[in-house]
C-alpha cells in the first residue's frame, strides 16, 4: 500500500518540481524587471524566505492534527492561483506581498512532503526509496528548466505561469487520490 502511496506522491511532486522550475529561473528576470533596485530584488526574496521561516513553527504544530496531503494540497493549488496573477503584476509591492505568499506556499510544500516520505518509507529500503524520489522530482526539475528556456523563446513568460499553474493544479488533484491510512477503534487501520 504504501508503494502506491509513495508513487502519488512522486507523481505530484515532480509535477510540482516541473512547475516550479518551469518558471523559476525566469521568474528571477521578471521581479527584476519589475524592481528598480538590487535592494528591492533582496527584499522580495528576503520575504520570501521570512514567510517560510516564520510558517515552519505553526505547521510543525498543527502537524499532528491536520491530514499531511492538505499541507500539500494548499501548496498546488495556492500556488495554481497566485500564478494566474503573476502575468499582470504591474508594481514591486504588488511583487512584494506574492513573495510572502509564496514563502508560505513553499513552507506547506516542504513540510508535507518530508511527513509524507517519512510515512510512506521504512525500514531497510527507505534510503533507496527516498534516493528514487529524488531521482524523479531531480529529473523532472532539470527537464523543466530546459523546456522553459525554449518555451520563452517560441512563446511568451506570461504562458510559461499559466503553464505552471495548470501543473500545480494537476498535483493538487493527484494528493487528493493518494489514501491515507488512519487508525480506528482497536488500532485496525483504515484507508480513506
Not at 33 to 57: E, K, M, R, T
Request: proline share 2%; charged share 15%; glycine share 10%.
Amino acid at each position: 500500500m504504501n508503494e502506491e502511496k509513495l508513487k502519488g506522491l512522486v507523481i505530484s511532486q515532480s509535477s510540482v518540481f516541473f512547475a516550479s522550475s518551469l518558471i523559476f529561473p525566469f521568474y528571477i528576470l521578471f521581479i527584476k524587471n519589475v524592481g528598480s533596485s538590487f535592494a528591492q530584488f533582496g527584499l522580495s526574496y528576503g520575504l520570501f524566505g521570512l514567510s517560510s521561516a516564520l510558517l515552519h513553527p505553526v505547521i510543525g504544530k498543527l502537524s499532528s492534527r491536520i491530514d499531511h496531503r492538505l499541507f500539500l494540497l494548499v501548496n498546488a493549488w495556492g500556488m495554481a492561483t497566485v500564478l494566474l496573477f503573476f502575468p499582470h503584476v504591474s508594481s514591486i509591492g504588488q511583487v512584494y506581498v506574492i513573495q510572502l505568499f509564496l514563502g508560505m506556499c513553499g513552507a506547506l510544500q516542504k513540510h508535507g512532503e518530508k511527513i509524507m516520505i517519512a510515512e510512506f518509507t521504512d525500514g531497510t529500503e527507505r534510503g533507496v526509496k527516498i534516493g528514487n524520489y529524488h531521482f524523479w522530482t531531480s529529473i523532472f526539475s532539470a527537464f523543466a528548466i530546459i523546456a522553459g528556456g525554449y518555451l520563452a523563446d517560441y512563446l511568451t513568460i506570461n504562458i510559461i505561469f499559466y503553464m505552471s499553474s495548470v501543473l500545480y493544479f494537476g498535483s493538487g488533484m493527484v494528493v487528493i487520490s493518494i489514501k491515507k491510512t488512519i487508525r480506528v477503534k482497536n488500532n485496525e487501520e483504515k484507508v480513506v
